[in-house]
């Protein structure tokens, strides 16, 4: 039905009865109500004075009674309170001018009743005449009804006005509930005329808001979730600097780089930088630098704005990241990278070195062997030079050490036992004002690691020693052993991977080191100690053993409290041994035998083929792997060794051996190196041609002594 139907409908209903509801339903309604309410008003006010009454009415407190008839006087419309029983009144009271009020009244009374038995009446007279009033003034409005039908047609065009106004209301609260947020808010919609077909519109549109309003609060959550979880800061920053957004590690950062800042204040800046620094840093990223009582704080922060078409409201995401472990692991491996240059360096000046001190070390043990020519002076100086040759060698073994060259075979290693001999060694070596002491868990047999005793015991030589020199006024040295297993038991190592490992630390109470110092400390030739007590080779070589034994070594220190060295061994594990070398007694009748020599050094031709003369032996020399090759190939049978350096232009040492057995060679293969070691990968007996090796610089015994050597291939009994 339509909205103008009803409005004709409705006001010829109303003409028509108006007439009739005004007389009749008017009076009778009044008059039936006038009743019901004086009787109502009658049953109350008993009810409550008997509900007072009651007490002093069982007690007999007569005087109460009466004081409380007189009170019930000022009740309105109250004429008379009377209370009596079977013995007589108890109590009366009434107003004192009956006259004055008229002589219509209206009588109630009520019962007490205790144990079925009435102990008391209360009879109370109302006036009438505010009824009879009201009765004159209905009858007055009787004659007003035809006056008000008159105004019936401007009554229901003001109600209709109204219907339509409450529903517009309505909608205009609704509307401003859903703009301040309150989502989902309904209005009536009864019937199926165009109001309220409007309103069921609305109400689907509050609801679909609500519905996206759900998601979108849910999303937000899930994302504030992911932030509070994130281990980088995020702070949203509005407009003027205002901070509307942070989650947990940003405010905890936010605090350590810019303690003074407070939520409530404009953020303009973190730490030294001003935000506009930061969102204009070379690759978006600004590198703060925090220095602390223990080390070095590394963060990058990251301004971004974030697209709005409205720039007065332009909002920019603050990021802060804790890169201190990943500048730390970066820092570590090029410290790495820079130590494996190094010692590829000094593994290639070994060589050198070390092929210069054996034309040294060879040419003056040549000339010592000649006492007869030689007057006290000259062999003076050939004794001091081949001394100093000597002392060179050590160093550059040292070099070697740390190069991972003069590999040394591993042995499993009692770790307790050898550390606790070691520290007795030492207390009888360090001054009597340090205190070295040594804790080992589980005891002898308890710690076992592939480890060589001797580079151990040198190890812990080397550190104790330079501990005891960073206390010259004395302190304490403290020498631990315990097994470990975890993840991330390393510095920098993956906190992901599990290990297992043979920790041994080494702490002193001493001087401590300074932080920028610490990633020098291994250095080769870095020394702080003055140039006549160091050569700076001895923390060196300390790294490559460690290296080279599989380990690693890690150390703490702190400027003024000591330093902590903690060195990682492998634990124990089934290690396979094999070998192909066999060694043979010497045999003196090698005494003339034919030496194929094969060095491209000319220098350290001369010096082996004076060697081998003094020796007795024949030799012929080739300055190259290729020239060896074809020497042997033309006449196999003219030579009983072999004599070859590892390392030379072309085809090395190596090459040469291989080839040479590839065609059947069964000759004895001699190997001379200034360091063990190619593409690093240490020599080792096992090394598939080679009968022995020679270090340089290579002295007269060690060479008769590998060249005496025999292998059994070609040496076997034919009738074997």
Request: charged share 25%; proline share 3%.
């Amino acid at each position: 039905m339509s909205f103008t139907l009803k409005t004709m409908l409705g006001v010829a209903a109303i003409e028509a009865a108006l007439l009739f509801l005004l007389v009749f339903s008017s009076n009778s309604a009044l008059s039936s109500s006038l009743e019901r309410e004086l009787e109502k008003r009658a049953e109350t006010t008993l009810r409550m004075l008997l509900a007072t009454a009651q007490e002093p009415i069982l007690t007999d407190d007569l005087a109460t009674l009466e004081d409380l008839a007189k009170q019930a006087l000022q009740i309105p419309d109250v004429l008379r309170v009377e209370i009596r029983s079977d013995d007589g009144v108890l109590a009366r009271a009434e107003v004192a001018d009956r006259d004055g009020v008229g002589q219509d009244a209206y009588s109630s009374f009520i019962d007490l009743n205790t144990a079925g038995e009435v102990r008391a009446t209360i009879v109370m007279e109302f006036s009438t005449a505010s009824a009879m009033s009201a009765r004159e003034e209905l009858q007055t409005q009787n004659l007003l009804i035809a006056a008000s039908e008159m105004l019936l047609v401007a009554l229901f065009s003001f109600l209709l006005g109204r219907y339509l106004t409450s529903n517009l209301k309505q909608l205009q609260q609704a509307t401003a509930a859903i703009a301040s947020g309150d989502l989902g808010v309904t209005v009536p919609a009864r019937g199926s005329d165009e109001l309220a077909n409007v309103s069921r519109s609305f109400n689907r549109m509050s609801q679909e808001l609500l519905r996206s309003h759900l998601e979108r609060a849910g999303s937000e959550k899930r994302l504030a979730s992911v932030l509070d979880g994130l281990r980088d800061g995020v702070c949203l920053i509005g407009k003027r600097g205002r901070v509307r957004y942070l989650n947990p590690r940003a405010t905890q950062l936010l605090q350590l780089l810019t303690p003074e800042w407070r939520p409530e204040h404009v953020l303009s800046h973190i730490a030294t930088w001003s935000l506009e620094a930061v969102r204009d840093a070379q690759e978006g990223r600004a590198l703060i630098e925090l220095d602390t009582e223990e080390q070095t704080l590394f963060f990058e922060a990251s301004v971004f704005e974030i697209a709005n078409d409205r720039a007065s409201e332009a909002e920019q995401i603050l990021t802060i990241r804790d890169v201190t472990a990943e500048r730390s692991r970066d820092a570590y491996d090029r410290r790495q990278e820079q130590l494996a240059v190094v010692g590829q360096l000094a593994a290639g000046l070994a060589h050198d070195f070390n092929n210069i001190l054996g034309v040294i070390i060879g040419v003056a043990e040549l000339n010592l062997m000649n006492e007869d020519e030689l007057d006290a002076t000259l062999r003076t100086d050939f004794e001091t030079i081949h001394e100093q040759a000597k002392r060179s060698s050590e160093l550059i073994r040292q070099i070697l050490d740390f190069s991972r060259g003069g590999e040394a075979d591993a042995e499993v290693l009692d770790v307790g036992a050898s550390l606790k001999d070691m520290v007795e060694l030492l207390r009888r070596t360090i001054p009597s004002t340090v205190t070295l002491s040594c804790e080992v868990d589980g005891g002898d047999g308890a710690l076992l690691a592939p480890f060589n005793e001797t580079k151990f015991q040198q190890v812990i030589a080397n550190l104790v020693i330079n501990a005891s020199a960073a206390m010259p006024e004395g302190g304490t040295i403290h020498v631990t052993a315990r097994a470990c297993e975890g993840y991330g038991l390393r510095p920098n190592s993956p906190t992901d991977e599990h290990e297992q490992w043979v920790v041994v630390t080494v702490a002193d109470s001493g001087q401590g080191i300074p932080r920028k110092l610490l990633q020098r400390i291994f250095e080769p030739f870095f020394t702080t100690k003055e140039q006549s007590r160091g050569s700076g080779l001895g923390l060196a070589q300390v790294y490559g053993i460690l290296q080279r034994q599989g380990g690693d070594i890690h150390v703490d220190s702190t400027v003024g409290k000591g330093t902590c060295f903690s060195l990682f061994l492998r634990p124990e594990e089934p290690i396979e041994i094999q070998s192909t070398t066999q060694q043979i007694a010497p045999d003196p009748s090698t005494t003339g035998a034919m030496i194929l020599v094969v060095e491209d050094q000319e220098e350290m031709r001369v010096t082996v083929s004076a060697m081998l003369t003094r020796l007795g032996y024949r030799f012929e020399l080739a300055s190259s792997g290729e020239q060896a090759i074809e020497l042997y190939v033309a006449d196999p049978e003219r030579y009983d060794a072999i004599l070859t350096d590892a390392v030379m232009a072309g085809i090395d040492g190596f090459e040469v051996a291989s080839r040479l057995r590839g065609r059947g060679c069964q000759l004895p293969i001699v190997m001379m190196s200034g360091y063990f070691e190619r593409d690093r990968v240490a020599f080792s007996a096992t090394e598939a041609g080679i009968d022995a090796f020679l270090q340089k610089p290579v002295g007269l015994n060690e060479l008769e002594h590998a060249l005496r050597v025999r292998r059994s291939r070609g040496q076997e009994d034919p009738d074997a």
